[in-house]
């Protein structure tokens, strides 16, 4: 039997999506590792599973030498080096949606908090002190709200500040004055915009170089007085120090943070003003979004770790879910068209083109360009080769692909046509998926005409259209001990030469093919193990 996959499970998720790991893998659960015991023990696992607190980074990522995949059960993957990763070919998978609830509702439960006192005022009361006068707040019915990123939270806490009757003007930089439109809220153009109209401003932004500090001095100054600021993204969307001067110059009126720059975060002067509510990164913190995030990510370490579609990867081409799961079975087609294609070929890979016929035509094929990327590389890298880094590995060997599409495809429902250009020439092999499981079948090669189902192993021959020929080509793989597991002539035989292309048990020896290229009438022969 075949060694279960490692995974380790470095940070606390639902018991559900650690049952769900245990059913298929072998699990450790390390949640109290610490980062010295990570770094010794890492290179033990197939997969990891992790929250927002442990940094992988490429140090780490280089140790891990078994790794496959890195689930991050939450939405922000800004403690992962992707491209660390992705160089690596780790799968890197996230679960966006399954806190973002969570998130929303806590950011409005930060913003009424921050209003009216609710911590302050609690703090106050437990202390045994009735103070009712001390605690005069503001409605939120009636003001402004600036949603700043415009994506799943963002949205979310729009439709329901929308409920508590506040005016939202929205700004992202990727969604369409539509999209705002369709919820009621006003897309500006400009942050700017946005600070001068703005009584509340929620934060929403993923953390990038772009957005790290967006809240600085500047966009202060740009804002309303009395403006109050939440955070419930990233803190280091927010420079804090300018935070600091705004509220203690007045300008900003309040601020509720549940995110900070490095966290634990616990001794800094801002979480003592009374004007500041904080919370200690507990966004996503519902049973439910746990539930949702532990299961989501364990299914995705699951379906990496078993050759299944990894929908929310965040280093594989973004291909919308579905577009995935429609396009999977053509995966192994893609691979293998691009494995033959190159051993067909002579010299160095240049250009790559692949032509999508039929149904593909409309689909978003760039998951199958890089599956046939993945075939021409494998066997030929250092590193393994997969759906991740493929593109990476083919950017640094110059390699150039190009895709076409064509809706119309005289026999085929689908048909991808693989044209790889190396030396001097360029070798072109076409094939569909057959079957209701769209098995990979291979149906041209050097101009011929097949249908076949693939294997592992091939031999291609073209020799002189004459009685007699296969039989001698049967001869010889006998003699040497290769089972043949089918074969077929090429339909549409050109002058007086004919195609044959055999399947086999096992990888055919070059000293087989040379043996049948020394008979009258073999004309070209390869072996391809793809
Ligand atoms: P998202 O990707 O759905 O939305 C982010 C939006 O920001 C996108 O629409 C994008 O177009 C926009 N954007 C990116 N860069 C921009 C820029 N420079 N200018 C303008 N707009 C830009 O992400 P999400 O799921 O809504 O998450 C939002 C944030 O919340 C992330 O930082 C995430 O890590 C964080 N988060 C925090 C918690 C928590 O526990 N506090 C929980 C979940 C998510
Ligand atoms: C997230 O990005 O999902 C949040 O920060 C919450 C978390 O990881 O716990």
Redesign the pocket.
């Known amino acids: 039997m075949s060694e279960r996959a490692k995974v380790l499970v470095k940070e606390p998720i639902a018991d559900a999506g650690v049952d769900l790991l245990r059913e298929r893998f072998e699990v450790e659960v390390g949640t109290d590792w610490d980062a010295g015991e990570l770094a010794g023990r890492i290179a033990d696992f197939d997969g990891i599973l992790i ?2 607190v442990t940094k992988l980074d490429a140090g780490l990522i280089e140790r891990a030498q078994r790794l496959r995949v890195i689930g991050r ?4 993957i800004d403690n992962v080096d992707v491209e660390a990763a992705t160089k690596r070919g780790i799968v890197v998978a996230n679960a966006p949606e399954a ?1 973002s609830i969570a ?1 929303a509702e806590h950011t409005l439960a930060l913003m009424l908090a921050l209003c009216r006192n609710v911590p302050q005022a609690h703090g106050s009361l437990a202390g045994g002190a009735w103070e009712r006068s001390s605690f005069k707040g503001a409605e939120l019915y009636g003001k402004t709200l600036g949603v700043l990123g415009f994506g799943r939270i963002g949205q979310l806490v729009a439709q329901r500040a929308i409920g508590f009757d506040m005016s939202v003007v929205g700004y992202d930089k990727f969604v369409t004055a539509e999209r705002f439109r369709e919820l009621g809220v006003e897309g500006v153009e400009s942050p700017e915009e946005l600070y001068s109209r703005a009584d509340f401003i929620s934060l929403h932004l993923p953390k990038t170089p772009e957005t790290v500090g967006i809240i600085d001095a500047a966009a202060i100054a740009a804002m309303r007085p009395g403006v109050r600021i939440v955070n419930c993204a990233r803190g280091e969307l927010i420079d804090l120090d300018a935070l600091g001067d705004g509220l203690e110059g007045g300008r900003v009126a309040g601020a509720a943070l549940d ?1 900070f720059p490095e966290e634990p975060f616990t001794s800094h002067p801002i979480l003592r003003r009374s004007d500041v509510v904080a919370t200690p ?1 507990l ?3 519902t049973e439910e979004a746990q539930d949702r ?1 532990g299961i989501v990510t364990a299914e995705q370490v699951t379906a990496a770790l078993s050759g299944g579609v990894v929908t929310t990867a965040v280093n594989i081409a973004a291909v919308r879910p579905e577009v995935m799961e429609a396009l999977a079975p053509f995966v192994p087609l893609c691979e293998k068209l691009g494995a033959l294609a190159q051993g067909l070929g002579d010299g160095a890979v240049g250009r790559v083109e692949v032509e999508f016929r039929g149904r593909l035509a409309d689909a978003d094929t760039r998951i199958l360009g890089i599956a046939v990327l993945a075939g021409i590389l494998k066997g030929h890298t250092e590193e393994a080769v997969n759906l991740v880094n493929a593109p990476h590995l083919a950017e640094q060997r110059g390699i150039e692909l190009t895709e076409t599409r064509e809706s119309s495809s005289e026999d085929f429902t689908e048909l991808v046509v693989v044209r790889v250009h190396s030396g001097d020439g360029a070798v072109e092999v076409a094939g569909t998926g057959a079957g209701p499981r769209n098995a990979p079948h291979l149906v041209r090669v050097w101009g011929d005409d097949f249908f076949l189902p693939f294997a592992d192993h091939l031999a291609i021959f073209r020799y002189a259209d004459q009685p007699g020929m296969i039989g001698r080509v049967g001869t010889i793989f006998g003699e040497e001990g290769v089972n043949i597991v089918s074969a077929a002539v090429g339909a549409e035989t050109e002058g007086d030469t004919a195609v044959i292309t055999l399947t086999t048990d096992n990888p055919v020896n070059q000293s087989t093919i040379d043996r049948i290229l020394e008979l009258d009438g073999f004309a070209v022969g390869r072996a391809v193990s793809i």
């Open positions: 929250r927002s059960a939450g939405t922000g806190n998130a995110v990164h966004g996503a913190s995030a």
